[in-house]
């Protein structure tokens, strides 16, 4: 009996990371038993060849390494996070929650292709994470849509708060806004949850609102939220 795996996505600054400790937060406080799993695992040494890419060792722009060179990267690191950590649980029919994906490299890594080859670029992820390599599909994938000006504001904010510097992904505003186009196109291809981080007058929704609004698709459409 397999379990439920539920996955936040989005670009850089989107707040996917805050949305998916509030749901996390709530289903503990409810007393619900889950898994949680937040990708990439920086700390263990399937993530090595991240690290490298990241840190701009194989070049300072991400096109330095092509999309499926570096795909490949962030599935072995997710292989090796299935084999020893969570596939026991969720195959005994537990719920996973999980910060980023396969769906990862949909968005951060089809946006250096053209428009035109992205469509066989997620056939082919698809085929290789989860057919190739045996991952689990999710239920579920909360897509946060965060226009890329606003990201970019906030992930500077963030950098001057903490008084560091993001990855290479983070420090391209150009690459950013590729993976923002990217991500909605494999929001539409792969039927992903999308839901809007701005109103309709441009403004960032607050961060209650856009929990809300998740806490209330999950219910509804994956499983049964008490």
Same mark, same amino acid.
């Given at each position: ?53 990241? /840190? ?32 026991? /649980?969720?195959? &005994? ?8 994906? +396969? ?6 890594? /089809? /946006? ?43 992930? *500077?904010? *963030?950098?001057?708060? +903490? ?10 505003? &150009? ?10 196109? &494999? ?17 960032? *929704? ?17 499983? +049964?939220?008490?």
């Amino acid at each position: 009996m397999q379990g439920k795996l539920i996955v936040f996505e989005g670009t850089d600054g989107s707040g996917k990371s805050t949305q998916f400790k509030l749901l996390c937060d709530r289903l503990q406080a409810q007393g619900t038993a889950f898994q949680r799993l937040v990708f990439p695992q920086y700390e263990e040494p399937s993530s090595a060849l991240i690290r490298m890419y990241l /840190g701009g060792e194989f070049g300072a722009h991400p096109s330095d390494v092509n999309a499926y060179a570096a795909s490949t990267f962030y599935a072995v690191d997710r292989y090796a996070a299935w084999k020893k950590i969570w596939s026991k /649980g969720y195959l &005994a029919g537990g719920l996973v929650l999980s910060d980023r994906y +396969t769906t990862s490299n949909a968005v951060h890594q /089809g /946006g250096k292709l053209p428009p035109e080859e992205q469509p066989a670029f997620f056939d082919w992820l698809f085929d290789l994470e989860y057919r190739k390599l045996g991952l689990p599909q999710p239920d579920a994938v909360i897509y946060l849509d965060m226009p890329t000006e606003q990201s970019v504001r906030l992930l *500077r904010s *963030r950098e001057n708060a +903490t008084h560091t510097k993001g990855d290479i992904h983070e420090v391209d505003t &150009a690459y950013l806004s590729l993976c923002r186009q990217t991500a909605l196109r &494999a929001a539409e291809h792969y039927g992903w949850h999308r839901v809007s981080c701005v109103d309709e007058l441009g403004q960032v *929704r607050s961060i209650e609102a856009l929990h809300q609004e998740i806490w209330t698709y999950l219910s509804q459409s994956v499983f +049964t939220l008490q």
